[in-house]
């Protein structure tokens, strides 16, 4: 049975900073294509940032995030890191965690057709 199983969100203030964990198990973790999403109230869901769990370990980030969020792994633990920085009241949201079979994340990893998803954890971003 697929798992991913999300913590780390919580509240913080504008500037501050929050670490999104993402603990994978009951499928391959190795060679795939790992992702974090988002979605506010009201708003479609959203890509934020992808990682592909192969040699090459790919990035990808959704415009808005880029320089202020990092997303990285660790093998041997199957887990997916959103490391989160310089927060603002927009980032406000309820950000899942997402894994798929695809081979790469590809050029369109940011539509939310993944396989997997987990069951979210909320980021909340005071100003």
């Known amino acids: 049975q697929v798992q991913l199983v999300e913590s780390g969100g919580g509240s913080v203030q504008a500037g501050g900073s929050l670490r999104l964990s993402c603990a994978a198990s009951?499928?391959?973790?190795?060679?795939?294509?790992m992702a974090w999403f988002r979605q506010a109230p009201g708003k479609e869901r959203e890509g934020v940032a992808a990682i592909y769990t192969g040699r090459r370990m790919t990035t990808d980030y959704a415009d808005s995030v880029k320089g202020r969020f990092t997303i990285s792994q660790d093998n041997a633990e199957n887990t997916v890191f959103l490391q989160m920085n310089s927060l603002k009241p927009e980032d406000t949201a309820t950000y899942y965690c997402?894994?798929?079979?695809?081979?790469?994340?590809?050029?369109?990893?940011?539509?939310?057709?993944?396989?997997?998803w987990g069951q979210g954890t909320q980021v909340t971003v005071a100003s």
């Open positions: 997402a894994a798929d079979y695809r081979p790469v994340c590809g050029a369109t990893w940011y539509r939310p057709d993944f396989d997997y």
């Open positions: 009951g499928f391959a973790y190795h060679n795939r294509c």
